[in-house]
Structures are given as C-alpha cells and as structure tokens.
C-alpha cells in the first residue's frame, strides 16, 4: 500500500475501540455485563463498601471454558440412554444376487487366460502359441463382461426426475 492510502485509519486500535464504544452506547452486550454482575458477589472492602470485583477472563465467548477445551475437549454431556440414535442397530444387508451362467463365461474365459499366460506347460502348449491364446482368450472375457453391464435406469426410475436418492 502506498504512503498517502486513505482508506486505511492511521491506528487500528484506535478505529476499533471507536467502533466498540459505538456499540456499547446502543447497549450492545449489556445484558451480559449485568448477568455477569448479578451472578458475581460484591466484594467489601476494609471500610466496609462494596467494590467492584476484578474482571476475569471465563474463556471463550463468555462460555467460561477456553477455546482448545470447547473445540477439541470431549463431549461435557453425557450420553442419553433412551435416545434411539445412541442405540441404532444397523438392518442386515441384502443376500447377494445368485450368479447366472454369462458370469461363469466370464469367470472361465479369465480363468483360462492367465493360466495360458502364466503357467502354459499346465495346459500342455508352447509359449509361442499359448500367449496369443492367452490375450485372445481375456479380450473375450473382458468383451463379454462389457456387453453383460447393463444400460439405462435401474428399473422403476424416471429419468426425467434427475439424481434420486
């Protein structure tokens, strides 16, 4: 910023406490003030009056614990035993779907060619033959897992409704 910048007041503290008495004259924070003082027992002196007791930090936002304790402390109130949320047991899930006979095509078709790939003196070929064999055979798998993914809505769903939840 430049030397002869307006915009910015020459002492901040100055412009804030401005601010803060502005606020306290429309009363601003008064109820506290006084809830502060009817809760704190006035203090008496040697003469025997009443004099003001000194002003203590109670932590954050008037709260009387600090801020480290609000934010990362544990939870002051204990759980309550009859809340349904403390007690929730999640439903069994769903059985998993039976496969049918185009998963087993699939499943065979991998199967056969990694073991073509890997391991060819199992399935008794040369290497030279068995690797085009091997990739020919997992592309089919692969393509037949593709073909097998179904397209469009789930059923029952409009796609015109947009994202469901």
Do not use: C
């Not at 006084?34 to 930090?57: M, T, V, Y």
């Not at 402390?73 to 899930?93: A, N």
């Amino acid at each position: 910023m430049s030397e002869h910048d307006t915009s910015e007041p020459d002492n901040v503290d100055e412009a804030f406490a401005a601010i803060v008495a502005g606020l306290r004259a429309e009363g601003l924070g008064q109820d506290i003030v006084e809830e502060r003082a009817s809760k704190e027992p006035k203090a008496k002196s040697a003469e025997g009056k009443e004099k003001e007791p000194e002003p203590q930090d109670t932590g954050w936002r008037t709260g009387g614990t600090d801020w480290d304790a609000t934010v990362l402390g544990r939870d002051p109130s204990p759980p309550d035993p009859d809340d349904p949320e403390e007690h929730y047991i999640p439903p069994e899930p769903p059985p998993l779907p039976k496969p049918r006979k185009g998963a087993f095509v699939v499943l065979l078709f991998f199967v056969v060619g990694i073991l073509l790939l890997v391991a060819p003196s199992i399935a008794g070929v040369s290497a030279t033959l068995a690797t085009p064999l091997g990739i020919l055979s997992l592309a089919i798998g692969l393509a037949l897992l593709l073909l097998r993914v179904r397209q469009g809505p789930p059923d029952g769903a409009d796609p015109t409704n947009g994202a469901q939840v």
